[in-house]
Nanobody
């Protein structure tokens, strides 16, 4: 059974930081690209960040560029999202995904259950 499990979400004040983690179990995904997406209430799931299988290439949504950093540790099957200078508009459920990569939701075949991030003003 393949599982992606996110952790690290919570409640933080605007301007604060959080670090999300995504653990993979059941199968090695070092050859897959990884992505982080988020979904706010009443909105569609949107791309946040992407990292290639090697970690050598990253890509961010304009809304988080310069504030968020994606990284991965293939030896531990872990992916991280460091979020700094958080804003109330960053409030959403954040999802970890594994797949072929890019910013399209359909490019990822494996998803975690999500972790809630709430940023208060």
């Amino acid at each position: 059974q393949v599982q992606l499990v996110e952790s690290g979400g919570g409640l933080v004040q605007a301007g604060g930081s959080l670090r999300l983690s995504c653990a993979t179990s059941g199968r090695t995904f070092s050859s897959y690209a990884r992505g982080w997406f988020r979904q706010a209430p009443g909105k569609e799931r949107e791309f946040v960040a992407y990292i290639s299988w090697s970690g050598g290439s990253t890509y961010y949504a304009d809304s988080v560029k310069g504030r968020f950093t994606i990284s991965r540790d293939n030896a531990k099957n872990m992916v991280y999202l460091q979020m700094n200078s958080l804003k109330p508009e960053d409030t959403a459920v954040y999802y970890c995904a594994a797949g072929v990569g890019g910013s399209n939701v359909k490019s990822y075949g494996y998803w975690g259950q999500g972790t809630q991030v709430t940023v208060s003003s």
